[in-house]
């Protein structure tokens, strides 16, 4: 059958008062002039010219005034009809849906674009330019778009919105009522379109049409409420296979039995993608859980999980004891990717450490975060041994610029311990710099008062003898006494000058 047979060859009375009514809705316009002193106003609308009622009240209708037509009683805006209208131009992209021409249980789509002029403004007509074509019918879909360098038509391989593509830029308007007119008394009438008429990015409903001519179980994954599967398929996202779009049976579909839907639904969890890729994924491999159990985790634990050596149901049971262990929101596991990262951390901090996985209670400890939290400080005084071997090496040097003057001392920080003290303490960030410190990179200094000599007061850091910065609470800039204290050092410690008198 001819595609284009498919189609209306007019334009419908119904569309043109649509394109009238809601789409140049905000482009109706009172074109006024003035003849013999009385002013006189075409309302673009409703195309009639009378003398407006302004002229013999208070005055006139001026350029650009917001009014309403005396005749129609539409909003418009007033334009002097002696002005030039070369800028004066509406236009927009409207998606038609009707029913074949041919075919009882297909329905078609026209995108247009609609524009009007209005350099002649008593004889501006609104045109009608098909962009492209679309046919759903079902088993079938098909669009043509019209190529203009080549004045031809070209069919497509696959649906594709206009409205996201060629129109991206175009106001888009599609009448829903419009749309339910269409498809009544067709296949398409109960395929649940209209929960999904408002998607981000799917506005015109050609994937949403596409869709359900390709596969008629649209309508029941819908209504059972397994709408976040044609959602996924709509946009693209993932739905993990956990779909047989091509299903007979609402079980052939879903992958599911028919005790399984049943306690899916007893169980008031969501069903979307994800969970139901949890669901089949440790069913497959040995591990028979609830739809709430496998809600508790997450696909990006399924993908991790599957990348360590051991077994999947291994990881799941004990990712799952662990996701209960706390009842603290800040501490339990909220992701299950959070957990294999904690997880595959502890086992490389085991390693390092020279502990030994082999034995369970190692490998899979009773609480954790508990144990990771261990490793992680056994590491870290593993790290500050080695920084603070260096650090010892270069103090005997650094003190060389220990200094007094008036209530302050300064000397060089003593290890990387009293680093992460003095920030945080000061609320700053110098227990970062303790690499830096160790490497001699960097020199810092504590600055100290004399009543008060284990209290962190001002942090200095000097660079290759010169002072980088000097810095208190919270980064707070020096005081004066603390100002005249660095300037004296440096005058004295690193330029080798004498105490000014």
């Known amino acids: 059958m001819d595609f284009y047979s498919h189609f209306p060859k007019q334009i419908s009375q119904e569309l043109?008062?649509?394109?009238?009514?809601?789409?140049?809705?905000?482009?109706?316009?009172?074109?006024?002039?003035?003849e013999k002193g009385t002013q006189y106003g075409y309302c673009s609308h409703c195309e009639k010219e009378y003398v407006t009622a302004h002229s013999y009240i208070k005055g006139v209708l001026i350029h650009n005034q917001d009014t309403i037509c005396d005749k129609c009683k539409s909003y418009v805006t007033v334009k002097s009809a002696g002005r030039g209208r070369k800028n004066l131009f509406v236009e927009a992209y409207v998606v038609w849906y009707e029913k074949s021409q041919v075919n009882p249980e297909a329905i078609v789509a026209r995108g247009l674009l609609v524009s009007k002029e209005y350099d002649d403004y008593r004889n501006s007509q609104i045109k009608y330019s098909v962009v492209t074509s679309y046919l759903f019918e079902p088993g079938y879909s098909e669009q043509r778009v019209y190529v203009g360098w080549r004045d031809t038509w070209s069919k497509l391989k696959k649906i594709r919105s206009e409205a996201n593509g060629t129109m991206l830029y175009k106001d888009v308007f599609i009448s829903h009522d419009n749309v339910k007119g269409a498809v009544q008394d067709t296949p398409f009438q109960y395929s649940t379109w209209e929960r999904y008429c408002n998607m981000f990015g799917r506005k015109d409903l050609v994937h949403f049409f596409d869709l359900a001519a390709r596969y008629s179980c649209i309508e029941y994954l819908t209504k059972i409420g397994f709408y976040k599967f044609v959602e996924a398929k709509l946009?693209?996202?993932?739905?993990?296979r956990t779909i047989n779009w091509n299903g007979a049976t609402l079980e052939k579909v879903t992958?599911?039995?028919?005790?399984?839907?049943?306690?899916?639904?007893?169980?008031?969890?969501?069903?979307k993608p994800e969970l139901l890729y949890v669901y089949h994924t440790l069913k497959k491999h040995g591990l028979k859980v609830s739809f709430e159990t496998a809600a508790l985790l997450d696909?990006?634990?399924?993908?991790?999980?599957?990348?360590?050596?051991?077994?999947?149901?291994?990881?799941?049971k004990y990712a799952l004891k662990q996701r209960t262990k706390r009842t603290d929101s800040f501490l339990s596991y909220h992701y299950g990717y959070s957990f294999i990262r904690d997880l595959r951390d502890y086992w490389s901090e085991c390693e390092e450490l020279g502990l030994d996985l082999s034995k369970d209670h190692i490998k899979f400890p009773n609480d954790l975060q508990k144990a990771h939290t261990e490793t992680s400080k056994r590491i870290k005084v593993k790290v500050d041994e080695a920084l603070n071997k260096k650090i010892n090496k270069r103090?005997?040097?650094?003190?060389?610029?220990?200094?007094?003057?008036?209530?302050?001392?300064?000397?060089?920080?003593?290890?990387?311990?009293?680093?992460?003290?003095?920030?945080?303490?000061?609320?700053?960030?110098?227990?970062?710099?303790a690499k830096r410190y160790a490497e001699g990179d960097t020199d810092i200094y504590v600055v100290r008062k004399n009543n008060a000599p284990d209290e962190p007061f001002y942090t200095l850091e000097v660079q290759k003898g010169s002072i980088v910065q000097c810095r208190g609470f919270q980064n707070k800039n020096m005081t004066k006494e603390v100002a005249s204290f660095i300037d004296?050092?440096?005058?004295?410690?690193?330029?080798?000058?004498?105490?000014?008198?």
């Open 488 to 501: 004296i050092f440096e005058q004295v410690k690193l330029k080798k000058k004498k105490i000014p008198a």
């Open 255 to 271: 992958r599911l039995s028919k005790a399984e839907l049943k306690q899916l639904k007893q169980e008031k969890v969501f069903p």
């Open 16 to 34: 043109v008062d649509y394109v009238k009514d809601v789409v140049f809705l905000e482009s109706r316009y009172l074109f006024v002039r003035k």
């Open 299 to 316: 696909e990006m634990f399924i993908e991790e999980a599957l990348k360590l050596p051991e077994p999947l149901a291994v990881l799941a």
């Open 235 to 240: 946009t693209g996202s993932k739905t993990y």
């Open 395 to 433: 103090i005997p040097l650094l003190a060389k610029r220990s200094f007094s003057y008036g209530r302050l001392h300064l000397r060089p920080a003593a290890s990387s311990i009293e680093l992460f003290e003095e920030g945080k303490q000061l609320k700053h960030c110098v227990g970062q710099y």
